[in-house]
């Protein structure tokens, strides 16, 4: 049973970079059975989806976000990551990483997300 | 983008009750929708996926049904539990979209 867990900062300075780090427990980020992903809510608001990443290294944005957004694997200590840049108020959310299995088109797997807030 | 829309936004239902939650796509997605249920303070949980199967260990008094643009969401005897806010999603194409939420509470 996958298991995956946000860590990063809690607090991020406008103008500046969001990073966060999902790791991936129950299983190796690098099979090809699991592909991997990052959704927001902001607080008392709906579901955005960021983007995904597939073991291959192909990864799929949200247009919306696509000139600040960078999701990457780190395949030596089982993790993925977030990179928000240029950040505002607007991008005050919980951050959720998840993941799913190849060939379907869901997320089964949820972490318990993270509130990142943007604020000087 | 395909847009979701859901409805309605809100409802008050009893233990015992049966609810249907609806949701629209703007334009057809076949059955590449899925629905999650979220409680407050927790990340979402899958229910149904592929419009109409029930994700392993769901209860099997959650069901759905629909294809194209319209799907609902039937609960059909609401229990304790089940107060949350319940979501849609489109996986037809990227990028993926949501439903605003469908939010059930007590009467």
């Known amino acids: 049973q996958l298991q995956l867990q946000e860590s990063g900062p809690g607090l991020v300075k406008p103008s500046e970079t969001l990073s966060l780090t999902c790791t991936v427990s129950?299983?190796?980020?690098?099979?090809?059975?699991?592909?991997w992903g990052w959704i927001r809510q902001p607080p008392g608001k709906g579901l955005e989806w960021i983007g995904s990443i597939y073991y291959s290294g192909s990864t799929y944005y949200n247009p919306s976000l696509k000139s600040r957004v960078t999701i990457s694997v780190d395949t030596s200590k089982n993790q993925f990551s977030l990179k928000l840049s240029s950040v505002t108020a607007a991008d005050t959310a919980v951050y959720y990483c998840?993941?799913?299995?190849?060939?379907?088109?869901?997320?089964?797997?949820w972490g318990q997300g993270t509130l990142v807030t943007v604020s000087s | 983008d395909i847009q979701m829309t859901q409805s309605p936004s809100s409802l008050s239902a009893s233990v015992g009750d049966r609810v249907t939650i609806t949701c629209r796509a703007s334009q057809s997605i076949s059955s590449y929708l899925n629905w999650y249920q979220q409680k407050p303070g927790k990340a979402p949980k899958l229910l149904i996926y592929?419009?109409?199967s029930l994700q392993s260990g769901v209860p099997s008094r959650f069901s759905g049904s629909g294809s194209g643009t319209d799907f609902t969401l039937t609960i059909s005897s609401l229990q304790p539990e089940d107060f949350a806010t319940y979501y849609c999603?489109?996986?037809?194409?990227?990028?993926?979209?949501f439903g605003p939420g469908t939010k059930v509470d007590i009467k």
């Open positions: 998840a993941g799913g299995i190849v060939g379907a088109t869901y997320f089964d797997y």
């Open positions: 129950g299983g190796s980020i690098s099979s090809s059975s699991y592909y």
């Open positions: 592929a419009a109409s």
């Open positions: 999603q489109q996986s037809y194409s990227t990028p993926v979209t």
